[in-house]
Structures are given as structure tokens and as C-alpha cells.
T-cell receptor, first 112, second 120 residues
Framework: GENVEQHPSTLSVQEGDSAVIKCTYSDSASNYFPWYKQELGKRPQLIIDIRSNVGEKKDQRIAVTLNKTAKHFSLHITETQPEDSAVYFCVSGGLYGNKLVFGAGTILRVKS | DAGVIQSPRHEVTEMGQEVTLRCKPISGHDYLFWYRQTMMRGLELLIYFNNNVPIDDSGMPEDRFSAKMPNASFSTLKIQPSEPRDSAVYFC???????????WGIGELFFGEGSRLTVL
């Protein structure tokens, strides 16, 4: 089955710096790559997603890139703020009917 | 819509007792998922349903766990008998089948607030 590896497991940055989280997946049929943010004690929530027919997508301070050949996708957060502190999960999903597989998560701490 | 509703929010029980967790998905959603979250194992998919039919239950730990979806607006996850290692936060999520860029696929997962289970 699909395997998703996520790095790093923890990441500390200074407020205003950028943060990058990287994921690799194993199933070449995967075509949907969402990212979820989970604040402490809260539920995971979708922050951005990308499909395999797109190489990059941006939404304000957040961007995702996808390299299907290398089976890599990454989350980039610019101008980090304390409220960005949370656990971030990358996810790999397949075609109709396929389940979504979560990475292990990255704990992001933004120090002010 | 009020979102995905889970109950109970917290449950403390003793080993050997039966536990039933409940979920009401967002009206009109086609998919329902049960996830378990622990520090050690992260977010694990236990089972998911499409149009009330179980599609993949390969994540269900063992026979002590069972899940049902008798109708489109209700699902249960039952643990019988419960063990201390079942202690975790159990999330229910629902999703809408959608057409995007020419491909069908599971859309955004909308999670409930979770049920925190502690088995003593």
C-alpha cells in the first residue's frame, strides 16, 4: 500500500522566517496531495491541496510544490507567525475510492 | 450545517468495558472515515465508508473493534472489550465525492472534534 514519509518531525523557526516541510510518497497512482494543520487540542483542518496536474499552488503565505517524477511534495510557509505553530500533516490520495494516507506529522514551533 | 458531530467528547472507562463512539457526518457527504490518533502512531485510518458501505477496514486493529453505518447520517465505532492500549483520540471525518480537474476523488476531509477515550 501507499507509504508517506514526512520530514522533519519537528521544526523551530524564528518569527518572520520561512518553514519548509517535505514529503515523499510511494504509489505512482497517487494524484491528490492535501495538507492539514492541527493546532493543540483541536481537529485537523485542510489548509491547502494540490492535484497531480498542477506543479505548484499558492495561497497567501502558504505554497505547495509537487514533483511527480520524484514523488516529492512540499509545504512552504513564508513570514511565519506564532499562530502558525501547530502540527502539519501531508497526505497522499489516489483516484476515486482510494483512501487518504497521512504522514507522521511535523511539529512547527514559531518563536517570537 | 453544524459540521461533523461526535459523541461523547470524553470517555473514561475501565478495561473490559464496551465503548461506543458516535458520529453524525455533514449532510450530503458521501464518505465517512474513522481515524485514531496517538502520540506513538500518529493519525491512523481505521475504516472508511462510501455511501454507507464499508470500503476498507484494513486499519481496524482487531476483532474487538467494529464499525457500522446504518444510514447516511449516523455511524458508530464500538470497542468490546476495551483495553488500556485503546486509549486515544478517535476522530470521525466526512467528505464529499467531487469532480475536480477531470478526476473524481475524495475531497476535503471535515473532521469532528474527536472523542478522547481513556481506558483504565
Amino acid at each position: 500500500g501507499e507509504n508517506v514519509e514526512q520530514h522533519p518531525s519537528t521544526l523551530s523557526v524564528q518569527e518572520g522566517d520561512s518553514a519548509v516541510i517535505k514529503c515523499t510518497y510511494s504509489d505512482s497512482a497517487s494524484n491528490y496531495f492535501p495538507w492539514y494543520k492541527q493546532e493543540l487540542g483541536k481537529r485537523p483542518q485542510l489548509i491547502i491541496d494540490i492535484r497531480s496536474n498542477v506543479g505548484e499552488k499558492k495561497d497567501q503565505r502558504i505554497a505547495v510544490t509537487l514533483n511527480k517524477t520524484a514523488k516529492h511534495f512540499s509545504l512552504h510557509i513564508t513570514e511565519t507567525q506564532p499562530e502558525d505553530s501547530a502540527v502539519y500533516f501531508c497526505v497522499s490520495g489516489g483516484l476515486y475510492g482510494n483512501k487518504l494516507v497521512f504522514g507522521a506529522g511535523t511539529i512547527l514551533r514559531v518563536k517570537s | 450545517d453544524a459540521g461533523v458531530i461526535q459523541s461523547p467528547r470524553h470517555e473514561v472507562t475501565e478495561m473490559g468495558q464496551e465503548v461506543t463512539l458516535r458520529c453524525k457526518p455533514i449532510s450530503g457527504h458521501d464518505y465517512l472515515f474513522w481515524y485514531r490518533q496517538t502520540m506513538m502512531r500518529g493519525l491512523e485510518l481505521l475504516i472508511y465508508f462510501n455511501n454507507n458501505v464499508p470500503i476498507d477496514d484494513s486499519g481496524m486493529p482487531e476483532d474487538r473493534f467494529s464499525a457500522k453505518m446504518p444510514n447516511a447520517s449516523f455511524s458508530t465505532l464500538k470497542i468490546q472489550p476495551s483495553e488500556p492500549r485503546d486509549s486515544a483520540v478517535y476522530f470521525c471525518a466526512s467528505s464529499l465525492d467531487r469532480l475536480a480537474g477531470g478526476l473524481w476523488g475524495i475531497g476535503e476531509l471535515f473532521f469532528g472534534e474527536g472523542s478522547r477515550l481513556t481506558v483504565l
